[in-house]
């Protein structure tokens, strides 16, 4: 499940390389590739609710259709002639992927409840492993051959990811299915789950934290830090490519650090005060970010701090709605959570896009810092001390 999270973020954060020379290729600008990036990543967070319907079909099937519809995303990019293909790869990409979040947290929550935080961090940090693979890897390969060349290589790598849930994935390849249930008791039991699920979502907590995901994915790190800071790097500061490479690098083992440390901060502690905490050091990291200049140690420093925060929000967030979650609903519940919050949240690519363009890159981290603090605000508003869910121990 992990390398399969790792595919997905190493080809968002190949991507996020790759854009300033890509922009150079195909004479394009950062507000119309935000706004393609955007449009792929509502698509994408849409199909999430797919999660609703489709509950019984195996996380084996789902993540090896996954894994496959990546690998030919990174090989229409590296074959593109303009930035409409290009793009046209991240929206195949982004629509395949549509299992990850939803049906791969409900898979490791029912797995391992008595651990629910240090385990769905580390399904967000094996995600940032791949992450970390994109500066290793990509700045090396563009300077040698050329962008398209690192798609190819990126091609490569979704290839294993394919293999890897085929392969080992502790799942069936068959539909999951309840035996002895009559077709009048399967009705009633669709009828019960819908209505479950809308007394779920009327309630205010849950409410709050899908607020909060739609605001605070404008400071988000795969999404947003993993998109527009190698532009900022590249096309603002003017660094080097291997100062790129040390800073992303430096960052994104962050990003790999920061769920385990928080997840492990938060079942030892409480889940909604460690979230809450979080959002307050993620704005100032990404404040500090875009006033420490180009001195390379302090943006090195400042972009550890952002991958230790803004990596680890999804994982706090989706802890603490995991704790209000009852039996039965987990990957309903996780369709809707990733549905809702990145769906809309994804507009923030675009917004932020469209940010750079106008008023420079300063305004957007300063903008990507605000959304962390207004979600913070909305956690503190809307949930309380955490609920005792049955089969949770901690």
Known sequence: MGWSHAGQHAYVASLGIAIPYVIVAFHTDYATVGILLSVAAIAGSALQSLSLVVRRTSARVLFTIQN???????????????????????????????????????????????????????????GNLGTLLAPLIMPLVIVTYGWRAAFWALAILLVTTVAVVAIWLPSSWHRITAPNITEDQADSERADFWHRLRTLMAQRPVFALLLAGTIAAGGQGIGIVGVYTPGYLHSSLHLSALGLTIVLTLLYVGAVIGPILMGSIADRSNHRFTLIANYGLGALALLVFVFVGRELL????????????????????????????????????????????????????????????????????ILMAATFIAAGLVVIWGTHRRPAIAGDST
């Not at 990957?331 to 990733?338: D, L």
């Open 68 to 126: 496959i519809g990546s690998t030919v995303g990174a090989v229409i990019a590296a074959l593109a002639p303009g930035i409409y293909v290009f793009m046209a790869g991240r929206l195949l990409q982004a629509s395949a992927g549509w299992p990850q979040h939803p049906v791969g947290g409900s898979y490791l929550a029912n797995r391992y409840p008595a651990q629910r935080g240090t385990t769905l961090s580390w399904h967000v940090t094996a």
């Open 298 to 365: 302090g943006l090195a420093l400042v972009g550890i701090a952002i991958g230790i925060f803004s990596y680890s929000e999804l994982s706090l967030r989706q802890t603490v709605f995991a704790d209000y979650l009852p039996p039965g609903m987990s990957r309903a519940g996780f369709g809707v959570f990733f549905t809702v919050s990145q769906t809309i949240g994804a507009l923030w690519i675009a917004i932020i896009g469209v940010t750079v363009t106008d008023s420079g890159f300063q305004a957007a981290f």
